[in-house]
């Protein structure tokens, strides 16, 4: 492992946690494979509100559209095997299209570029209004002329990638649940991952939530439906290590994968930029990229019914990184890029040094909480309600034994001053930085409650 991804790791989690309580979300839970091998999970909060039971790393989530990402590695598994073509047309394997419709091939599906629905008519699946489609209904949208010409833009289609189900079916003979469990999910040798709710089992599985908008409070969403026919779309379930680890034997850099080095590139490859979009992103065959240089990003997210998740392949560094939360308003996105922040800095800068190793811990006064993360010689003071805590962070060197001084920081703050670790007994209980006091979380809540404590809140 990476010297400096221990200490990263540790910070993750730290300001992972942070974030959780800070934003009131229910329930959080991350992975991180380094070439291919988990080295972080970890979950925080609930997953269910009603019941106050505690999230695990064991507990399910509804990963919704990374499922795109694992019907796009079955149709390339197909390809591999000689069973199938990217520039075969759909309607030479599916009965029933509109004739435009059969006109597409499997490679504009796989890509989003194939100008078809995203939701049919009638999106209530999506707004747990009405129950997902069936093979009949799909087919039936799909009888239906596309809403623009193939080849012409990204536009993403959850009915594009339930026929891609339908595809996969038509190809092997098997239903798509049955095949992808066999040649997909278990060829990874994942345990944690199933491609619909109805076969989890009796496994935990964290709840949706609302959000606390409209009633000022968050409800339960069951999240308990099955997909049917658009499970290819966004019926998969999964932990966030099964889900780190599966995304991490995509990447062109993986040394074992269950697809070719060929297939991996062609699917991650940036085929069509979401120009509309001001985000950099792009689609590939079922996945998402962004980024730039050494830590260009590729991976795919999901929304269902209480539940935001996202992950991403870090090729150049040899990380995937996985968050999912179970709240409609989730956090994942940001939080993914925050982590993915964290890992920069400590790549760039390295881990602590002997000398700055004691300087750490989160501090706090009455305006907000400081963390104090050492790398090499010196000594970020990092804001953890950041959602990138390490952006303009003040700089710490040490001139002696618990006496430093900020040696970089916004004018703002204070730099040239001194700061020092104060102790009692041998161990640090606040720090002095430049004129103010940071306390301990303990501390600072005595101290609160004492002055504040007699007055009524609003």
Request: proline share 5%.
């Amino acid at each position: 492992m990476k010297p400096w991804l221990a200490p990263a790791l540790d910070y993750v989690v730290s300001w992972l946690d942070f974030q959780r309580s800070h934003h009131e979300q229910p329930g959080c839970a991350v992975a991180i494979a380094n070439d291919g091998e988990i080295v972080l999970e970890a979950a925080f909060g609930s997953a269910d509100l009603a019941t106050g039971e505690a999230l695990t790393p064991r507990h399910g989530f509804r990963i919704a559209s990374h499922s795109k990402s694992f019907t796009s590695a079955g149709i390339l598994r197909l390809v591999d095997e000689g069973r199938l073509r990217l520039d075969d047309e759909v309607g030479s394997l599916i009965d029933g299209l509109h004739p435009e419709v059969a006109r597409v091939t499997v490679g504009q599906v796989l890509s989003n570029s194939a100008g078809l629905t995203r939701d049919g008519p009638d999106a209530g699946q999506f707004l747990d209004r009405k129950p997902f489609c069936s093979k009949a209904e799909l087919l039936a949208d799909l009888a239906k002329p596309p809403v623009l010409p193939s080849s012409q833009r990204f536009k993403y289609s959850n009915h594009g990638f339930g026929l891609l189900g339908l595809v996969i079916e038509a190809v092997t003979g098997q239903s798509y649940n049955e095949w992808i469990t066999d040649e997909v999910v278990a060829k990874v040798g994942l345990t944690e991952t199933k491609p619909d709710i109805g076969l989890w089992g009796h496994r935990p599985m964290a709840k949706g939530h609302t959000g606390r908008q409209l009633l000022g409070r968050r409800m339960v969403i069951p999240a308990d439906n099955h997909c049917h026919a658009m499970a290819s779309a966004t019926g998969f379930v999964g932990t966030a290590a099964d889900v780190a680890r599966y995304f991490a034997q995509l990447s062109p850099h993986a040394e074992r994968s269950i697809l070719s080095a060929k297939s991996r590139r062609e699917m991650v490859r940036r085929l069509w930029p979401d120009d509309e979009s001001s985000l950099g992103r792009h689609y590939g065959l079922g996945t998402i990229s962004g980024g730039e240089g050494d830590w260009r990003w590729v991976g795919h997210s999901g929304g269902f019914q209480g539940f935001i998740t996202r992950t991403a392949i870090i090729p150049k560094q040899g990380l995937t990184i996985s968050v999912l939360t179970n709240a409609i308003d989730g956090l994942a996105h940001p939080w993914l890029d925050g982590v993915a922040h964290i890992l920069k800095v400590f790549a760039e800068r390295g881990g602590p040094s002997a000398q700055t190793r004691d300087w750490t811990g989160r501090w706090w006064t009455l305006w907000s909480a400081t963390d104090l993360v050492p790398v090499a010689d010196r000594v970020l003071c990092a804001a953890p309600a950041l959602l990138t805590p390490f952006l303009d962070a003040a700089e710490i060197a040490i001139e002696a034994p618990d006496q430093g001084r900020i040696v970089r920081a916004s004018g703002f703050h204070s730099p040239g001053e001194t700061v020092a670790l104060e102790r009692e007994g041998g161990k640090v209980r606040s720090v002095r930085m430049a004129g103010s006091r940071l306390l301990d979380a303990d501390a600072m809540r005595t101290e609160m409650e004492e002055r504040y404590g007699g007055k009524a809140g609003v």
